[in-house]
């Protein structure tokens, strides 16, 4: 299967600082990204999905302001959490399509502790 | 209602014993189904994908049933590292997978 990376795979910030995660395609181009958020003991909820080099598509209910996603390359997505706050503390996964797979490949995730 | 459920569990059966697990669908119109492991801490891995015809992978046997928009997981001789918890998902138009809650599976000796 194809290789998608996060980074960082954990993050532990104080509140009101902005965090980026970042999630690459390490073999193949994925012209759609998808990011995910899971709470525990929860099934993973779909935040957005952002197509390269156009504006993210977000779910109902997620803030675009506090949750900034650019997928400026083909193998690059960026998540940023701004302005962080304990309520935001969760699992973030990412997962990528795209070079003719239809199947979503995901990341290793990245865990998050706002203080 | 939500539209992919399954039963949370945890379900706790014993090494080598036959485990089922079901999943329900609400959207007539979804295109592609699949179950998914996710281990503690770690992203959900794609362990099959399941077809109308019921498709088998080893131990595993996968079966979806469109007109009563059902899904089913069925593991034999269940092993000490099938403990995780096992995701119903659906892909819809768009490519959009929507995950279930996830059913727990833990497998004792």
């Known amino acids: 299967g194809a290789v998608v990376s996060q980074h960082p795979s954990w993050v532990i910030c104080k509140s009101g600082t902005s965090v980026k995660i970042e999630c690459r395609s390490l073999d193949f181009q994925a012209t759609t990204m998808f990011w995910y958020r899971q709470f525990p003991k929860q099934s993973l909820m779909l935040m957005a999905t952002?197509?390269?080099?156009?504006?993210?598509?977000?779910e109902q209910g997620v803030e675009k302001d506090k949750f900034l996603i650019n997928h400026a390359s083909l193998t690059l997505s960026t998540l940023t959490v701004t302005s962080a706050h304990p309520e935001d503390s969760s699992f973030y996964i990412c997962?990528?399509?795209?070079?003719?797979?239809?199947?979503?490949?995901f990341g290793p995730g990245t865990r998050l502790l706002v203080l | 209602r939500k539209e992919v459920e399954q039963d949370p569990g945890p379900f706790n059966v014993p090494e080598g014993a036959t485990v089922a697990f079901n999943c329900t669908y609400s959207n007539s119109a979804s295109q592609s189904f699949f179950w998914y492991r996710q281990d503690c801490r770690k992203e959900p891995k794609l362990l099959m994908s399941?077809?109308?015809s019921g498709n088998e992978d080893g131990r595993f046997t996968a079966q979806l049933n469109r007109a009563s928009q059902y899904i089913s997981l069925l593991i034999r001789d269940s092993k000490l590292s099938d403990s995780a918890t096992y995701l119903c998902v659906v892909r819809n138009a768009g490519n959009m997978l929507t995950f279930g809650g996830g059913t727990r599976l833990m497998v004792k000796p």
């Open positions: 997962s990528a399509s795209g070079g003719g797979r239809e199947t979503q490949y």
């Open positions: 399941v077809y109308s």
């Open positions: 952002s197509n390269e080099g156009s504006k993210a598509t977000y």
